[in-house]
């Protein structure tokens, strides 16, 4: 397929380095302030040149932002950094694309956490289809796995679903170390960022929770009309903050340990702090993720992996491509 | 879809029962003495007539069972026992589905492990599709995911895929057991068959992998005439029975165990008893089956859920339906 690539951060370097072995063709790539598209003559842009570009001189190339939205794809693949309300600009960038009939891929959450209402209506007046497996997990089987089976056939989904936290989480029970002292050490080896909140806040896994809860709502509902619609607001969110080590070493004396658990059941949507077996699926360690599918009639599916990462979410947004082709 | 479900065993029965309440017809089912096909005035057979006859008095109704492979569906679901070397009768009814350009599911390992490369021609000259989710752990997403990621994109695949096996040493590690009194009550649990050979000898494990192997070979070469075939004669196997108890309380005090681990790795096939961390993602317990797929780009993606069971598998048959839609 010819893709758009909307944002050139480590998703969208990632999914324009990994296509062309895929059987895609990269016409347009752009960030905030920079684009390059391909001159419609059917070559693909130098996606090596577009990305040293932007590495060398911060511009990906000469042509302005807006010019990817115009290029000549199949599916445009919206990877600029999640928003929190009305998820601009990247609702804006998906709706360009199938008011254009187009495919829309997201690893964008906003769209699909706060939007969408306003995303299934406008892929309903579209030819173009939209597909978002990126945004829960990255390129564990979260969403495929719902969409196989069926969302009406799906009960509740819960699971590990923010990496930094779990690696704050796993590491003090481990060593017996207090939050502030992992959370530092975390940021020192960049797997929580400088301004930690959006992780330990539990806000990155509610987002996706909140995903889901939309999946499985609109997946039961005899009309989108009728479908309920989730938004951060509709998630009770708790987050690691105040976890303390005396906690985590008690847990472990019964066999238990503690992890941020995010959970889509019964209509409602809730993120904390948890107890959980150790030798539990979703005991998981580091920054790995798992989520746990409660289906009618396949019983509980687990599925683990790396949920974050460049490769890892650009695989994702490769499998969506893949279902589109 | 409109199905003719082929076999009416404890896999056929789900589907048919399952069929309706997913938006399928079932217009046909059958058993190796007898069927009932609905009369083509597009009503469905009653399957739980059919259902209630087979359970009285023995036949499914009143047709030939060579008439469901005569009715006029859509997909053709087949459930028979698998059979190695030939893999007939479940090979011919797959093959009169392709010849009438008819999708067809399998649920049947045989002709999928045991004549891959035929089956894969016969798909090459039909507008049908061949799928066979059901085949390896049952519901668990594993073909889904590698066909999601790409074949060519999958290094290796190891699990745990024989439910039977995995309760009986997971039952001797637990309780300190030895095989033959762990086995035993399996029978009397019925989760071993009163022969159980077929599942601790390994054989189950290996035509799975066997069928993995086949999924990534092929997948990987540019033509399928080049493509390296795969049989259970390629597999190297070696069952549980020979595991003792010692082995176990021994592997126990370094926090190991043992599991029966099915691997396709590097173009070889291996199902053996290995040691494994107890910690592990492959340290299920039970019936539980796992699969750990190794990914190009994605890292090490974990399925874990029930590998067997009539609703499990069936499960998985209609997840290929769903794709075929």
């Known amino acids: 397929m010819r893709l758009a690539i909307v944002g050139a951060g ?66 445009l693949v919206e990877a600029t950094p999640t928003t929190l309300g009305d998820a601009e600009p990247g609702f804006a960038h998906v709706a360009a694309a199938l008011e254009r009939d187009r495919h829309a891929v997201l690893a964008n959450k906003g769209p699909v956490a706060e939007r969408f209402g306003d995303l299934r ?63 530092a050490e975390a940021q020192d080896l960049g797997v929580a960022e400088a301004d930690p909140a959006f992780d330990v806040d539990g806000t990155d896994a509610a987002l996706k929770c909140v995903i889901l809860a939309n999946v499985l709502s609109f997946g039961a509902a005899d009309n989108i009309d009728d479908a309920r619609e989730f938004t951060l607001d509709d998630a009770d969110v708790e987050g690691i903050r105040n976890v303390a080590g005396s906690a985590l070493d008690l847990a472990g004396e019964d066999g238990l340990t503690v992890r941020l658990i995010g959970e889509v059941a019964d209509g409602s949507v809730r993120v904390a702090p948890r107890l959980v077996k150790r030798n539990s699926a979703l005991s998981v360690s580091g920054t790995t993720n798992a989520a746990q599918i409660e289906t009618a009639s396949a019983g509980t599916l687990t599925v683990s992996g790396r949920g974050a990462g460049g490769e890892e979410t650009a695989s994702a947004v490769l499998m969506d491509l893949n279902r589109l082709q």
């Open 10 to 75: 480590i998703v969208g370097r990632a999914v324009a380095e990994l296509a062309p072995d895929r059987g895609h063709e990269v016409v347009a790539i752009g960030d905030s302030t920079s684009a390059v598209v391909a001159d419609g003559t059917g070559e693909s842009v130098d996606v090596d040149a577009a990305l040293s570009r932007k590495a060398e001189r911060g511009i990906v190339g000469d042509d302005a932002p807006d010019d990817v939205l115009a290029a000549d794809y199949d599916a």
């Open 121 to 183: 209506a406008a892929a309903a007046d579209s030819a173009g289809e939209v597909r978002f497996e990126a945004t829960v997990g990255g390129a564990m089987p979260v969403l495929s796995t719902i969409e196989d089976h069926g969302a009406a056939h799906v009960d509740a989904v819960r699971g590990v679903l923010n990496g930094t936290a779990n690696f704050v989480l796993s590491r003090m029970a481990a060593e017996g170390l207090d939050y502030e002292h992992v959370l």
